[in-house]
């Protein structure tokens, strides 16, 4: 009889308790991931890989443009680029996508760049509507980190600009992105 009682009061309390609290907010996203190595092929894989699942907005990217900065970091530059999140379980939360960005690397760490702000990613080398840039290679100039983009035009079938907009686009080493302008 007593457990009998005992049973009635914890599904009473479960009853009465009212709903479950929401789940908590997701994190802030990472700056950067540390711990990183380019010690070998490998351990370049696994720090792209910890900064997929790094929580930083970064997903994946395709274009890999290296470009080495005079203080030793390495610039990154990526054409289209997934940005959200990662689950453990390898399922995606997807935000959408960018047409460039930047990964700058030091020897521990990765910092992915996107333009915009977080939750509003913009491309970093920004063109006019309907086109898009991909960081076709770079360069360093004095002091100055040259990146020379492809310009994309949609059409009737998807072409490459020959137009002098696709001339270099100028961003200071100190942060390639910072002061990047076309």
Not at 2 to 7: E, F, N, R, T, Y
Not at 35 to 52: E, I, K, R, V
Not at 126 to 140: K, M
């Amino acid at each position: 009889m007593l457990i009998l009682v005992a049973g009635l009061c914890f599904v009473a309390a479960g009853c009465i308790g009212g709903p479950p609290p929401p789940p908590p907010p997701p994190p802030e996203f990472a700056i950067e991931v540390c711990g990183t190595s380019d010690a070998s092929a490998s351990a370049y894989q696994n720090s792209f890989d910890q900064l997929t699942y790094g929580n930083t907005g970064w997903i994946h990217a395709d274009g890999y443009v290296p470009a080495l900065l005079r203080d030793g970091r390495t610039a990154w530059w990526m054409s289209d680029t997934g940005v959200g999140t990662v689950n453990a379980d390898n399922s995606a939360n997807p935000e959408g996508s960018v047409h460039n960005s930047v990964v700058l690397q030091d020897p521990s760490c990765m910092r992915p760049m996107l333009g915009g702000q977080t939750h509003q990613w913009t491309d970093l080398i920004p063109a006019s509507a309907g086109r898009w840039y991909w960081p076709g290679s770079a360069v360093i100039d004095n002091n100055t980190l040259l990146v020379l983009p492809t310009k994309w035009v949609p059409g009737a079938i998807l072409r490459r600009s020959t137009s002098p907009s696709s001339a270099p686009r100028s961003c200071g080493t100190a942060s390639p992105v910072s002061r990047c302008r076309a």
